[in-house]
Structure formats: structure tokens, C-alpha cells
């Protein structure tokens, strides 16, 4: 599913799309998401973008898996693609069903984590993610796309560090549920998923509060990618590994953080 990249000019290619439309574009989860994919890969063919809105489908919206696809299928061809490119953000060529960015990618970016921080607000109210205290146990977010990884670390957890309660959602739009229902100590997060990052989530929850621990858990990490997550306040950066020392790992890194954020000491990463 890779494409080249277009090059982008200072302004040439490049659409200033109005503020006013901005907010219309991303004014839709599924819309959002299909931006998120293109400010990183800047081109998409249609069954790319559709991938990753299946993906990111809030578990309470899914039926069957076939039927879910097709109603994707429908709302991105009739409805959110049109829509994308009347308001001149995208370009959709429908003789080879490739879309491409047209807006600025910086500007995107902006309104992307505006957008987003936007919805982790509303989904938190007008509460912090985490509350300070010294309550002995410890209620974390783990947001993964890898459901067989999501599964093994509650089973992991559950049975080695019960002291950890743990719930799961599968991209940083479907963990918006759970923010809604649960007030979290920590939020643990992989880096690459559809639609949103790791580092998207991140940036958002930032803007909402600057101190709860969230800590990146990734296997495609780079050093630039920790010291990107480190420029926007990530409070741990852990690499997966494999076999069940990770966990114990994982484990020791979220009291240390949850503790120094509870005694409010918050060293970098």
C-alpha cells in the first residue's frame, strides 16, 4: 500500500484551504482519519483510505465485518471523498480512484491536532484525564491496533500485575469511548496505527492536559520518532520486545510514572 510521495512546493500544488473549511472537513471521525492517513503518505488509492477507516470503526458501530467494509465503501465514494475535494482539500481522480492531498500539510496538521484535542476534551468533560491522589491501584488506557497483543497484556497483566487495571481500544478515535467512561491514570500508546498516530494521540491529549503519564509503546520505533514524542511532553518511551519480560517491563515503567505524576515530579523522558 505505499506511494510515492508528491513533492511539495512552497505553494505551488498546494491549496489554502479557509478555516471555515478546514472545520467542515474535519468535522466527520471517518473524514478525519482519511486526513490523518494523508498528512503522513500525502497520496492514497481508494481501498487505502477505506482500510483505514474499517479500521478505525468504533467497536459499538460494528455488525458484520462485510457489512461495515461496504457501508465505508458507500459514505467514502458518495458522500466524504466529494466533500473532501468540493472544499479543496483533496484531489480524487476516480479513472485510477487515487486521492491526494491538496491542502498545505502544515496547516493540516495544525487543524488535525486542534481538531482531535477538540474531541479528547469533550470526550473527558471538563475533568483531567488522570487525578492526583494516592489511590492504590492504578487504571490505564492501552491503545493498540494489534488485537493478539491487546489480548496476551490483559491476560499478562491480570495474572502478574493485578495492581494495573487495564482497558483497551484499538486507535486513538475508538480510545475516545473509554475517556468518556473512565477516568485514566496513565495512557499507554503504540506509534503507528491507521488514521491517527501514537504521536497524533499524544499531541491531543497534551493540549487537553500537560501532566497525566502517557507513555509510547512501539516496535517501529526511531530516534526521531522518540524525540518527536519527547518535543510533545510523553512521559515514557518504551520499545516492544518480544516474550513476557516486556510486560514486567511495561509494568515497572507505568508506576514510575503514575507514582512521580501522583508526588508531582515529572523528569523527562
Not at 477507516?53 to 465485518?65: L, Y
Not at 473527558?124 to 493498540?144: K, M, Q
Request: charged share 25%.
Amino acid at each position: 500500500m505505499a506511494h510515492e510521495q508528491p513533492e511539495d512546493n512552497e505553494t505551488g500544488g498546494r491549496e489554502t484551504v479557509s478555516a471555515e473549511n478546514f472545520g467542515v472537513a474535519l468535522g466527520d471521525p471517518s473524514r478525519r482519519n482519511v486526513l490523518f492517513h494523508l498528512k503522513r503518505h500525502r497520496t492514497a488509492s481508494f481501498d487505502d483510505l477505506v482500510d483505514v477507516v474499517v479500521a478505525t470503526v468504533p467497536p459499538r458501530n460494528r455488525t458484520n465485518a462485510d457489512d461495515v467494509r461496504s457501508t465505508v465503501e458507500n459514505a467514502l465514494f458518495h458522500l466524504h471523498l466529494p466533500k473532501l475535494q468540493l472544499l479543496g482539500v483533496v484531489d480524487w481522480n476516480r479513472d485510477t480512484n487515487d486521492v491526494v492531498l491538496r491542502a498545505e500539510p502544515d496547516r493540516l496538521d495544525d487543524w488535525l491536532e486542534l481538531s482531535f484535542a477538540e474531541s479528547v476534551h469533550g470526550a473527558t468533560g471538563t475533568n483531567d484525564v488522570a487525578v492526583l491522589g494516592d489511590a492504590e491501584g492504578i487504571e490505564v488506557l492501552f491503545v493498540e491496533d494489534y488485537e493478539p497483543l491487546r489480548e496476551v497484556l490483559v491476560d499478562q497483566f491480570a495474572s502478574d500485575h493485578d495492581d494495573i487495571s487495564v482497558t483497551t481500544a484499538s486507535n486513538p478515535e475508538s480510545a475516545l469511548d473509554a475517556l468518556e467512561s473512565t477516568v485514566f491514570d496513565c495512557i499507554v500508546s503504540d506509534y503507528d496505527m491507521p488514521g491517527s498516530s501514537g504521536l497524533d494521540f499524544l499531541k491531543a491529549i497534551r493540549r487537553v492536559d500537560e501532566t497525566v503519564p502517557f507513555v509510547i509503546y512501539t516496535g517501529k520505533g526511531t530516534e526521531e520518532t522518540r524525540l518527536k514524542a519527547s518535543d510533545h511532553g510523553v512521559s515514557a518511551y518504551l520499545q516492544k520486545s518480544g516474550g513476557a519480560a516486556q510486560f514486567d517491563l511495561l509494568a515497572d515503567r507505568i508506576r514510575q510514572v503514575v507514582g512521580e505524576y501522583r508526588n508531582g515530579t515529572y523528569p523527562a523522558v
